[in-house]
């Protein structure tokens, strides 16, 4: 997986978002008033939130091969230190595994260490480029670990542990989730069998009738009202199955362009 820098996501964002105004704009003075704007206001949701969930999945798939590394990385710290090798010369002997992309990241650390960086100094600033949640917490106690001095290999020890059983948590609650996610996708589409169904034996046969006084709505327009509610039940049922999976409600995007899309399949090949 690449590394997707912030500047990159703030372009995408930015980029996405006035192609959906526009598209939207192109909408409202071409085909306002018709059931096609609708359709534009659909692909500009789509237009504008695609680029930016697929970079977002992207940068957490980067980040959690680096989170999985991690105590690989200071397994092989501690084997070094055992030798007798410095703090330092351990980082630059990791760099030369493989440890996906966090190899890429120590080397760029050792670089700046050769330039004349402290090692303090380097750690700070490969904290704030990978910027995940481990490594936020064990960095710290790295930096406190080596002025301290002594045998920095005896804090190394416990990180690898507590890291390992994070990531084990992470992915037990990852497995638990997963019923709940697909119930989710299953209450969708449900709910478009029911349109289908309700739009095929019942409104149909009872279009330009009248009941109570009042006439039933065109099927045009009960097709309208069914394309509003599967755009709304998808994108925010996306957003639920992304809170509950993995915490985090920009990560149920890619749940909402799927419903989304699926959904608008649905209305146009069966209603």
């Known amino acids: 997986m690449l590394k997707i820098r912030k500047s990159a996501k703030q372009i995408a964002w930015v980029s996405s978002f006035v192609l959906a105004i ?3 704009a192109f909408g409202f003075f071409t085909v306002w008033g018709t059931t096609v704007f609708d359709e534009f206001m659909f692909f500009a949701a789509i237009v504008a939130f695609t680029p930016p969930t697929i970079i977002n999945y992207i940068d957490y798939k980067w980040k959690r091969e680096i989170d999985e590394h991690l105590p690989d990385l200071f ?16 980082l630059e002997e990791a760099a030369k595994r493989d440890f996906g992309p966090l190899t890429v990241e120590l080397r760029k650390m050792n670089t700046q260490i050769s330039w004349g960086m402290t090692l303090d100094e380097a750690l700070i600033a490969f904290a704030k480029r990978v910027n995940t949640f481990l490594v936020q917490r064990t960095i710290p106690l ?19 542990k507590f890291v390992q059983s ?19 996708y299953v209450a969708f589409f449900v709910f478009l069998f029911t349109i289908v169904l309700l ?21 045009a327009e009960i097709k309208r009202l069914f ?29 909402s362009l799927v419903m989304m899309i699926c959904g608008y399949l649905a209305i146009k090949l069966f209603l």
């Not at 790295?142 to 690898?160: C, L, Q, T, W």
């Not at 739009?199 to 099927?219: C, D, H, Q, R, Y």
């Open 166 to 184: 994070t990531l084990i948590l992470h992915k037990e609650r990852r497995n638990r989730t997963r019923p709940y996610i697909a119930i989710i």
């Open 142 to 160: 790295i930096i406190e670990a080596n002025r301290s001095g002594g045998h920095v290999e005896r804090v190394f020890d416990p990180m690898g």
């Open 199 to 219: 739009f095929k034996s019942f409104f149909v046969e009872i279009k330009g009738l009248s009941m109570l006084g009042t006439a039933v709505m065109a099927s």
């Open 227 to 255: 394309f509003h509610m599967t755009a709304i039940q998808g994108f925010f049922g996306g957003l639920v199955a992304g809170k509950m999976g993995e915490g985090a409600i920009s990560a149920g995007l890619k749940h």
């Open 75 to 90: 397994r092989s710290i501690v084997q070094a230190q055992e030798t007798g090798m410095t703090l330092p010369r351990a």
């Open 22 to 24: 526009s598209i939207m």
